[in-house]
């Protein structure tokens, strides 16, 4: 993270270097990306962004004079590849891995005064002088990753490592990896090569989401009293109605769907099934 803009919209956004060096949190640590993963990461960013879909920006692209030693498919075959650096924007980078570390660590001070700060920032219909402004704020991250999900299997694009560590607190998109978009229905299209148990593949996302959300909530728990805890599971409880009401509306705009029908939901999945079968 390099620091803070503020355009001349009054929007702000944070700036991050992906691939610029060393990182505890890459291959081997060295931190550095190559030129055909930094290429993808600007041009899909930029598409979801005028898909309308929730998303991190690509701001610049610069090429490395670095050589970087990747392997690309896992298989022991390791190539000298062109390196890369990307620019890219966001209004946060915090993800529910940035509260679940805290909490393990039992850095609860810390912990308060991160989550605080995320919310007088980034939610600011909730009031900090209100007690239940940590219900409220898992509340609205449990409806907005719900949507964002929903989101993503309406145009078929398929995360590739939905871990806790990737899913935005604001409910962005973020850290684009081994991601891919379906060319035709299958809810078992995996676009992670080395994801050989099919952990992530695009049938799972919704599944994966809850349970991250649920990590969230462990993360939050030691902040909650137990009226807000047991809230807090109900709130989860309603992820699934969340998700499957923005899913089939969704869906309904993209068929030309209008009014209620009770048949509206079995058409869907009649023709996700016809297209399966294609």
């Keep these: 993270l390099i620091g803070v803009y503020t355009n001349r919209h009054g929007e702000r956004w944070e700036l991050q270097l992906k691939g610029s060096g060393k990182t505890p949190y890459s291959r081997n640590g060295d931190g550095r990306a190559v030129l055909r993963s930094s290429v993808r990461e600007f041009l899909c960013s930029e598409a979801m962004h005028y898909l309308g879909i929730p998303t991190s920006r690509a701001a610049s692209l610069v090429v490395s004079d670095d050589d970087v030693w990747r392997d690309q498919f896992y298989n022991g075959n390791i190539k000298k590849e062109r390196g890369a650096i990307v620019l890219r924007l966001a209004k946060s980078w915090f993800r529910i891995g940035s509260l679940e570390i805290l909490t393990h660590s039992r850095e609860l001070d810390l912990l308060r005064r991160l989550l605080d700060f995320i919310i007088q920032e980034h939610f600011p219909s909730i009031a900090m002088n209100d007690s239940n402004r940590y219900l409220e704020f898992f509340s609205t991250v449990v409806s907005e990753t719900a949507n964002l999900i929903a989101l993503w299997m309406s145009v078929g694009f398929a995360h590739g490592v939905c871990n806790t560590d990737?899913?935005?607190?604001?409910?962005?998109?973020?850290?684009?990896?081994?991601?891919?978009?379906?060319?035709?229905?299958?809810?078992?299209?995996?676009?992670?090569?080395?994801?050989?148990?099919?952990?992530?593949?695009?049938?799972?996302?919704?599944?994966?989401?809850?349970?991250?959300?649920?990590?969230?909530?462990?993360?939050?728990?030691?902040?909650?009293?137990?009226?807000?805890?047991?809230?807090?599971?109900?709130?989860?409880?309603?992820?699934?109605?969340?998700?499957?009401?923005r899913f089939t509306e969704l869906f309904k705009t993209k068929l030309g769907l209008l009014g209620e029908n009770e048949n509206d939901n079995f058409l869907i999945a009649f023709l996700l099934k016809v297209s399966l079968l294609c």
């Excluded at 973020?174 to 050989?196: A, L």
């Excluded at 593949?201 to 989401?209: E, L, R, T």
């Design 166 to 245: 990737n899913f935005s607190l604001l409910s962005i998109t973020i850290d684009y990896g081994p991601f891919g978009f379906m060319d035709s229905y299958d809810p078992n299209f995996v676009p992670n090569t080395s994801d050989d148990e099919r952990r992530y593949k695009i049938g799972n996302q919704a599944s994966v989401g809850m349970f991250n959300l649920s990590k969230l909530l462990q993360a939050l728990k030691p902040l909650l009293d137990p009226r807000q805890k047991q809230l807090a599971s109900q709130i989860l409880e309603g992820y699934g109605e969340h998700y499957y009401s």
